[in-house]
């Protein structure tokens, strides 16, 4: 048996995990002294008051190192191959501690098969390989073919986004002070994704509106160009905004119904409130990886 194993950061929600047969590996969100499991927390509830998390914003810790273990010495004693997929090695250090646990594992169960793929992503940028790699394990693909058809499907994939302000972005040191003042003096509104697992600017617009019209020409652009396979529309903090976006706008040009999901605290703290999109189109979008995709696999 193949286990597929992800990240919180994934934001794969606990029923789809469930229904796929995922495991899933909470980090952690820690405010005002508590911690909470990532993986298992009401994120909409969380959210709620992101606004007043601005002067405090809550931190975030990797999984532990035994506990990384205790899931892959679970899989090994069952006689299970492992498949992990986790977070860009470029937005957090959890891919290197889950290698650095598997491979103690490893060495103490010498039959033990297994592969790990850098997602070079987060979110449902992230769980969109996680998908194709459920697919091809329930089609009957060994091990190789389920991590291949998730290195395949990352440079198919797609994340944008844009944030209702820079204060967020400054506060975690993603940009200098002086760029967030003036950018929310004169409403800037970037539109962000990620390249070769790290974030990146994709457009600069004025006003919020301006973004998210940027968001739907490229996604437009990419279906004609590349097709379709599967998309959700993500949101930090407010829901409403998001699912009012999805039912006006991205559902009438796709002519079907759309998945509307928060994405982790883990990542959506470090942005603040925002709304995009993450999508998988049929064949490789350009940009997306600039690097060999043979360099995000490592296997025993």
Same mark, same amino acid.
């Given at each position: ?90 937005? #957090?250090?959890?891919? /290197?501690? =889950? +290698?650095?646990?598997?491979? *103690? !594992? &490893? @060495? $103490? ?11 070079? #992503?987060?979110?449902? /940028?992230? =769980? +969109?390989?996680?998908?194709? *790699? !459920? &697919? @091809? $394990? ?163």
């Amino acid at each position: 048996m193949i286990r597929i194993i992800t990240d919180s950061v994934s934001s794969i929600t606990q029923e789809m995990a469930r229904e796929l047969d995922i495991q899933v590996v909470t980090l952690y969100v820690n405010r005002d002294g508590v911690e909470y499991e990532d993986a298992a927390m009401d994120l909409d509830a969380f959210y709620a008051d992101i606004y007043d998390m601005l002067d405090n914003i809550p931190t975030s810790s990797q999984p532990s190192q035994k506990l990384l273990e205790d899931v892959f010495e679970d899989a090994a004693r069952a006689g299970d191959e492992v498949c992990g997929i986790f977070i860009s090695t470029g937005l #957090s250090g959890a891919y /290197d501690g =889950a +290698l650095r646990a598997i491979r *103690a !594992v &490893a @060495a $103490r169960n010498i039959d033990f098969k297994w592969e790990l793929v850098d997602s070079t #992503s987060c979110g449902f /940028d992230e =769980a +969109l390989p996680v998908l194709e *790699a !459920v &697919a @091809a $394990r329930d089609a009957g693909e060994d091990l190789r073919g389920v991590a291949q058809a998730a290195v395949d499907a990352i440079g198919r994939t797609r994340f944008l986004f844009t944030p209702e302000t820079l204060t967020f972005l400054q506060k975690g040191g993603r940009i200098g002070g002086a760029a967030a003042l003036l950018g929310n003096l004169i409403q800037l509104a970037p539109v962000l994704t990620v390249c070769d697992g790290t974030p990146v600017t994709f457009a600069k617009v004025r006003t919020r509106k301006k973004a998210l019209d940027k968001i739907v020409a490229a996604l437009k652009a990419d279906i004609e160009e590349h097709g379709l396979r599967d998309i959700v529309v993500h949101y930090i903090g407010d829901k409403t905004p998001a699912v009012k976006w999805a039912h006006e706008v991205i559902e009438p040009m796709l002519g079907r119904s759309v998945k509307v999901l928060p994405v982790s605290p883990v990542v959506g703290l470090h942005v603040g409130p925002a709304i995009g999109i993450a999508y998988e189109c049929a064949r490789a979008i350009s940009g997306k990886l600039t690097k060999p995709a043979a360099g995000l696999v490592c296997a025993s």
